[in-house]
């Protein structure tokens, strides 16, 4: 059987892309012989390394010895065919790349600029596959009905939970299912510091430990007061459950409030603490919060201890299923993409 060949544009290059990018390179081998499916990266773009373009396609290991002589990519080898400096929409339309990938740094209130590039993308008949969870949680029925309309594909499995498949699971996997409720540990920081309190730390040296480690930003806001978490919710609601609900009708409350004495308190009642993101559909309303929960330790997610993230879906035929896995870091995060570039 003859190999197809799946072009890519990259748009951003830092940890997640980079990642992906070596993950490309080294089941490349696999994925011709096992899928008769062949990658190549033909375009990649950020603000600060440069952008690269050639049709046949870039060699990865020379992306990155390029970087490592000075963070960019001024030292890649010139060919024929290779363009240099494109700016993001034209190298995302005027390519012949068949997927963008879209890791750009993009501000969650806005979803920009990974909204632009979403939009120009489908709207040039090219699938878009990406981890940024603003354009999901702003603009998922507008980037939906764009692919449709053009005959391509919007994915975003990495949005949630990194390469652990929450979205997979409850679109495909629970098909036929009517999902009544999701509750989920979504937000690997805050799970590690409420484990690190629960072992004595306190919240201020807890959360120091998660940005000594990487796991906190040096503001760690978005995390610790749930709105990255609340942005999963709006993700999960919408286009696992059908919700349609916006950001401002989520409740939402952080733990930087909890004490070493509330988590005292909730081990010697053989209880836990953890930030919990919600969405349940009854008697035909729908309510959606993210808030720390004192959970029993028979609740399975009372269980997911460190960066690991959980969700629940309640379902009408199975009952409770719960799936537990990495939600946080590169390769994690890659995963989730390369699962969505194969689907497509």
């Not at 354009?135 to 309309?149: K, R």
């Not at 053009?150 to 979205?167: C, D, H, I, K, Y």
């Not at 484990?195 to 959360?207: F, H, I, N, R, V």
């Not at 690991?308 to 995060?333: F, H, K, P």
Request: proline letters at 3%.
């Amino acid at each position: 059987m003859k190999n197809t060949i799946h072009r890519i544009a990259l748009i951003g290059f830092g940890t997640v892309g980079q990642s992906l990018a070596k993950i490309i390179a080294a089941k490349n081998a696999d994925l011709k012989q096992l899928r008769h499916t062949e990658l190549r990266i033909v375009a990649i773009a950020t603000p600060g390394k440069g952008s690269l373009y050639h049709p046949d396609g870039l060699d990865i290991s020379a992306l990155f010895t390029a970087l490592e002589k000075d963070g960019t990519f001024a030292g890649y080898p010139d060919s024929a065919g290779l363009e240099r400096g494109m700016d993001n929409l034209p190298l995302i339309r005027d390519t012949n790349a068949d997927t963008v990938v879209e890791v750009s740094h993009t501000d969650m209130n806005s979803g920009q600029p990974a909204l632009d590039h979403c939009r120009t993308a489908l709207a040039h008949g090219k699938n878009v596959v990406t981890s940024n969870k603003g354009p999901v949680a702003l603009a998922y029925a507008d980037l939906s009905a764009l692919a449709a309309a053009n005959g391509v594909r919007f994915l975003f499995e990495s949005t949630v939970t990194a390469g652990t498949p929450s979205l997979r699971l409850a679109r495909r996997a629970l098909a036929g299912n009517e999902i009544t409720e999701m509750r989920g540990i979504l937000n690997g920081t805050t799970n590690f510091i409420l484990s690190e309190m629960e072992a004595g730390k306190s919240y201020a040296d807890a959360l120091a430990q998660a940005q000594s480690l990487g796991y906190a930003e040096a503001d760690p806001t978005a995390d610790v007061e749930g709105i990255d978490a609340l942005a999963k919710v709006l993700i999960i609601a919408n286009t696992v459950m059908g919700c349609a609900l916006k950001k401002d009708e989520i409740s939402c409350r952080g733990i930087s409030h909890l004490t070493a004495d509330d988590i005292a308190a909730a081990k010697a009642a053989g209880k836990r603490w953890k930030l919990i993101g919600q969405v349940k559909k009854a008697g035909g309303q729908t309510t959606a919060s993210v808030q720390p929960v004192l959970l029993p330790l028979s609740d399975p997610l009372a269980q997911v201890m460190g960066t690991t993230n959980a969700v629940t879906y309640r379902t009408d035929l199975l009952g409770d299923v719960t799936l537990i896995g990495a939600g946080a870091g590169g390769i994690e995060t890659a995963a989730g993409l390369l699962a969505d570039i194969l689907a497509i």
